[in-house]
Structures are given as structure tokens and as C-alpha cells.
């Protein structure tokens, strides 16, 4: 089954007998056969024909739209749809299945920013992080032995810390300084494509597990409320650094982005400007639109590998017993 994902602006979405065709004026950029379509994601300014969305929603097909920054508007589907059902599986999700898969995003997480690290240092030789590669890889092992939330939130945040201390180490740009994570406001270039970036990704996040019918307010990692979507926070921590940090490091040190041009300072904090915004969307969506071979063999753009994550949570929320795989870069 495929996701169609479309990122150009001013596309059109239109019905032909049993495909969906997407076009820019005269312009065909893809059709896709509604039997084989599982959901489709809208970014930014195009629009789909009231055929198109009712082939859809005949069919059990939901539409996500999306800001061009990943912010989910809203959706549309089927009535049948909900996450009622699911939402009761996930709260009886018992204290130590929550805690079996929040020990295991933690891990994966560790070890994605361990893998991201030891990259670069192939690149650069660094005392900084070669400590830093051990320290990572002791914090992972002790996060696999937590034996409440709140230790396994300490193991998490003293990575972090580790983590960020020799992103520094990574940076071959002289204009681009960065001495540690600041979120609220973010304090520098660095800072802003990062907090820039993970809302990206988180609102894409929120957008597929509420395709996929989960509730997206029960999570095991985080705690969730009426403001605070926990399951996208959850699901995020394992695509920070092989997604938002290394697409970063690729900005800077290829000289994509420009320190001056590119940043706006106001309200205390540091900012991407709207040429900053066009530019790393712009790479966002190349990156995540290549074109990745799946376990069954299909070619599908790197997109996929959110919707496969959030799929493969919901099996272990409808069977707990066969536990939470995280995503792992090697």
C-alpha cells in the first residue's frame, strides 16, 4: 500500500476513473490506483476535487493537510473512523508494558545520536567525541535497566546534555556557533534549525498516528494533557538525530545556509527569516522525498519510515506481547 505525499505547491488532485492524478497545471506529477492507496498527505497551497475526496472516503482513504512547516490543519475521513477503539487498548496498557517500550525509545534514541556522532567522526578526529561515543553507549545500557519513568528520563536527559556538547564538534562552518541545546527561546542559528526542525517533524508525527487511529494523547515515554500530544513527543525522540540533526550538519557545513541572511533576532531569541524557512523546507522535503527500498522490496520516499513506525505501534498497542521495535540507524 502507498502514501501519497504532495509537497509541490498549487497541485491539483483530481479523480480519473479508478487513479488519482496529481498535476501543476499542465504539468502530471504522479498517478497513483486507489486500490493501492493507504492515506494522503497534503503540504502547503494545493487542492483536492470534491470527486477525489469522496473516491476516498468511500474507499476508508483519509486526507491530511499539512502547513508547509508540517503543521496537520486537519483531516478528513471516513465517519467509521475514530480512535474510540484504539484508544481503549492503549490505556490498558499496563505500567510495565509502558515502561518495556519507554525503556526501548530511550535506547534507540541514544544510540541513533551515538550512531550520527561516530559519522562524523570518521570525518574529523575528536577527543571530545570519542568520550562522548563511550558515554553515550553506558547511558543507552543503563536506560535498558530503568526501573521507573522518571530514572529513565534522568538517563535520557544526561544524553542529551553529552550529545549536544559535541554536536559543537561536528560544525565546519566558523559563522555557525553552538556550545549546547537552548529551546525556549533558541539562542542561535543552530538552535533555531533545530527547534525549527523538530516541530516539522513533530506535527507530521501527530498527523500520521491520528491516520492510523491512535489517540494521540496516551503515550509511555511522556505524560500527556489536553495541550500536549504525548504519543508524537514519544515517537519523535528515535528521528531527531538520524532526520532534523544530520539534515542541520548538512546545512551548515555545506554552506546551504547563511548565518546573516538566513535569521531574524527578535523576542529574546534567534529565528529562521522567511529565506532561512524557504531553504530548509526546501531540503526538508528533498530529503525526506528520496527514495528508500522498504523491507518488502517496494520503493517508497523517506516519509515512510514515520507511517511504518507509527504501524508498528499500533500492532503492539492491539498485541503488547509482541513488543515495540524502535527505528535504528546503523
Known amino acids: ?33 486507489l486500490p493501492l492507496l493507504e492515506q494522503i498527505l497534503i503540504f502547503g497551497k494545493s487542492q483536492v476535487s470534491t470527486q477525489a475526496i469522496r473516491a ?29 477503539q484504539l484508544s481503549r487498548y492503549q490505556q490498558q496498557l499496563t505500567i510495565v508494558e509502558k515502561l518495556i517500550t519507554a525503556r526501548t525509545i530511550v535506547q534507540a534514541k541514544l544510540k541513533n545520536c551515538r550512531v550520527l556522532l561516530r559519522r562524523q567522526q570518521r570525518r574529523r578526529e575528536s577527543e571530545v567525541l570519542e568520550k562522548v561515543l563511550q558515554s ?27 550529545y549536544f556538547s559535541a554536536l559543537s564538534e561536528c560544525l565546519a562552518h566558523p559563522d555557525f556557533v553552538f556550545t549546547g541545546r537552548s529551546r525556549r527561546p533558541p539562542g542561535n542559528p543552530v538552535n ?33 494533557s489536553e495541550r500536549h500530544a504525548a504519543l508524537a513527543s514519544d515517537l ?22 547563511n548565518a546573516q541572511k538566513d535569521f531574524e533576532y527578535r523576542d529574546g531569541g534567534c529565528y529562521l527569516n522567511d529565506s532561512g524557512r524557504r531553504k530548509y523546507l ?23 519510515l514515520l507511517t511504518q513506525q507509527v504501524k508498528a505501534y499500533k500492532q503492539f498497542v492491539y498485541n503488547p506481547s509482541h513488543l515495540y521495535q524502535p527505528y535504528q540507524i546503523r
Open 1 to 33: 500500500m502507498r502514501t501519497l505525499y504532495v509537497s509541490q505547491q498549487n497541485c491539483y488532485v483530481s479523480l480519473q476513473q479508478e487513479s488519482l492524478v496529481v498535476k501543476q497545471g499542465e504539468t502530471i506529477y504522479g498517478q497513483v490506483q
Open 56 to 84: 476516498c472516503l468511500w474507499r476508508d482513504i483519509p486526507i491530511a493537510y499539512l502547513s508547509r512547516m508540517g503543521f496537520c490543519y486537519g483531516r478528513i475521513l471516513p465517519i467509521e473512523r475514530g480512535y474510540r
Open 136 to 162: 553515550l553507549e553506558y547511558l543507552a545500557s543503563q536506560a535498558s535497566e530503568a526501573d521507573n519513568t522518571e530514572r529513565l528520563m534522568g538517563f535520557e536527559g544526561a544524553g542529551a546534555v553529552q
Open 192 to 224: 533555531a534549525m533545530l527547534s525549527f526542525g523538530y516541530q516539522v517533524l513533530w506535527n507530521h508525527l501527530l498527523a500520521l498516528i491520528e491516520i492510523q487511529g491512535l489517540d494521540p494523547y496516551y503515550a509511555c515515554l511522556h505524560e500527556g
Open 236 to 257: 519523535i525522540e528515535e528521528f531527531r538525530a538520524p532526520i532534523v540533526d544530520s539534515l542541520m550538519l548538512w546545512l551548515v557545513n555545506s554552506k546551504v545556509m
Open 282 to 304: 526546501q531540503a526538508f522535503l528533498q530529503r525526506m522525498e528520496e527514495e528508500i527500498q522498504t523491507n518488502s522490496g517496494d520503493k517508497q520516499p523517506k516519509w515512510d
